[in-house]
């Protein structure tokens, strides 16, 4: 049994709970994560719903394969419309939260309504219990994590911090510390419902047909495609290879995007976190245990990932591994995403440097840096300003071209102008600006492509698009480099009928559609898949790209490619035809 | 010839056990592709080669005394 | 006589070793069902990793009164039918690596799931003298 079939329906308004049947025609047609929650938000959600209101909905959502031995299948989607950018939004959280749910008999589960108090969720199997969260609201979630735990025991917790208590729009969700759902202010979504975190146990178990069998078949291809080489790099280094990656082909955010190199890039990279390594850390059921947990100091972190080394180390001018790591904890505790907190610190850093507004803070200042996460999640002196991200702090205090976000989302941590790919990538990403979507730059700036030309582009972000989409659904983490015929014989096997490659792909493109159409309804358009005017305009001076932009006639011309190949018309609307070859 | 090479994460197996070692080519020169091919090292395990600190091609002429460095496939980011 | 040993520094807690265990042993994905249990949780102190596997101390068979459990060729082996649900072996085992079942009880028969599904063979099958 694939499915639990159940869902978990909870008004906080109200208190009440209810079980329902998931809707076996969507799970059908989304297959479960990212595609089966947004289908629920594009049914349940009025139209131009303010984000913010208590009829915003949060939705936990598992994969058919969740809490089986199957590889890589442990993550959560988080979901929710996003209140910093008021796109759709769905996040990705590792660790052993959606296997307990399972576990305890759901599916999902669908947070509606606000709670007159702070609260946090108990759910042990058919037992919910609405708890009160008054001694742990303005408490770190790395605290409420610890305090829950002494009192319910072995639970597994989604816990929000002092940024989604104050409704953040770059505030994310922690578990087990150092996972995080991260991005779009889905932690504010929590903070909005007075909802300080769900905590579960589940004793139940899922049984299939044959299962001694199937286990064997899948220790198989654990052992031979999961464990190959070409994923192993997750254990033997993780995601701070990539900064060297990122390093020689100029692709490395340095000072707000200033630069593609950065000086100190020897002191941020794989080698050096190796240097203060502890131990490798997995999510459930991974064998590739991509998680370095480090102590360096005081401080510890399992991090720092890549994205946070090149967002808060090179784009902040940091080229401290201790400052970085604790910076990195800070933020997990306090539940700030990495990519956007980087992004606004950067940003004001800038603003300072080039006498536009004074926020007393400058590249490399290591005392002012280490004190902005506090400051950002409590809205205290700057961080008031920061805290509201950087397309706000751009219409306040100026330097519009260089507010480095798409569609108010924060932008990674790859250099458009030397990888022209992940350009068009961040400009039509469901949720912003964002490298999950696709992340062409490995075949392009890291693999053989040209990075400097649009040939060929729109194309790859396309299917790259399309097939994580279906991984996102199915659920399997992105660092399995899994075909999608591999993800069609295992799910055959969980869902006991026969999925085809080509069946996926469809699934892929619906669910991207899907999250168009979404964004569509509320006002989304061509409009609004453009980069900062920084790319188009201004020439990259160091390394491998310099003398380097990507020029928005190029920008354009791509964008319209890509329009032409997904079905969308000039505007970036979804045709009629699209949407009945997609049954959408 | 020599040649300083790094291989790196899990392509170290293919290498003498230390990441980072001393390499005699029995050439006076040749190829990035020639080098891996060497080394036995399977050309669809690796993403990315750089000769000093920049990224070369699998058509990069080794001449001896370069700094080479081979990375492993990488997802996700 | 050999038996599980578990090495923490090489174990990356995705329990995998627990799914293994169950779907071989009880028929069900169910981390709590497998007769061995391995944790890696961060706390106050930092990252705690702890294993716990039946090394064969016998206390089980031991303290069995009907003789449900028994040691044959340096294995465990378990009789349900002549076993009464009394409960001793899941108390006495000071490793709480007995399953207690609604009937019966699951001991680890050294079937070696656990050691087959390590990615980080941070589990081992070795002599207990060693």
Known sequence: MAYTGNILRVNLSTGKAVKEKLNENWAKDYLGGKGLAIKYLYEELKPGLDPWSEDNKLILMTGPLTGTIAPNTGKLAVAAKSPATGTILDCSIGGHFAPELKYAGYDAVIIEGKAKVPVYLYLEDDQLELRSAAGLWGKGAHETEHSIAETLGDVVTLAIGQAGENLLPFACISSELYRQAGRGGIGAVMGSKNLKAISVRGTGGLKIPDIRKVSMALNKIKREDTMDEENMWAYTDGTPMIVELSQTTGILPTRNFQEGTFEGHENVDSEAVKGVLRA?????????????????????????????????????????????????????????????????????????????????????????????????????????????????????????????????????????????????????????????????????????????????????????????????????CDFWAISTGRMAEILSIFLEREVTAEELTTIGERVYNLARLFNEREGFTRKDDYLPRRIYDEKLTTGKTSGKNLPFEEYEKMLSEYYALRGWDEKGIITEAKKKALNL | MQISLKLRGPLKKYGPGAETFEYTVNANSCTVRQLIEIMNIPPSSVSFVTVGDKKAGLDTLLEGNEEVTVYPRVAGG | MKALFFHAEKCVGCKLCHLACSSQNEQVFNPRLARLKITSCYDRNGLTVEGKTCDLCMSCVESCPVDAIVEKNGRLAFDEDLCTDCGLCVDICPHEVIVGKDRGIGVCVQCRSCVNWCPTEALTFEEVNK
């Open chain 1, 280 to 476: 490798k850390k997995a999510c459930f059921a991974c064998p590739l245990a991509c998680g370095n947990y480090v102590e360096k100091g005081k401080s510890r972190v399992e991090g720092p990932e890549y994205e946070t080394l090149a967002l808060c180390s090179s784009n902040c001018g940091i080229d401290d591994l201790e400052a970085v790591i604790e910076f990195n904890r800070l933020c997990d505790d306090y539940c700030l995403d990495t990519i956007s907190a980087g992004n606004a610190v950067a940003f004001a850093m800038e603003l300072t440097e080039k006498g536009i507004h004074d926020f007393g803070i400058r590249f490399g200042d290591i005392d002012k840096y280490l004190q902005m996460p506090w400051l950002i999640s409590n809205r205290e002196g700057i961080g008031a300003e920061l805290a509201e991200g950087v397309s706000s702090m751009a219409d306040k205090f100026g330097g519009k071209d260089f507010a480095m976000h798409v569609k108010k989302l924060e932008i990674p941590g790859y250099e458009p102008r030397g990888s022209w790919s992940m350009g068009l990538a961040y400009g039509t990403s469901d949720r912003g600006a964002c490298h999950l979507r696709a992340w062409p730059a490995a075949v392009e700036a890291f693999g053989d492509l040209d990075p400097f030309t649009i040939e060929g582009k729109a194309e790859l972000v396309k299917d790259m698009q399309d097939d994580n989409s279906v991984k996102f659904s199915a659920i399997f």
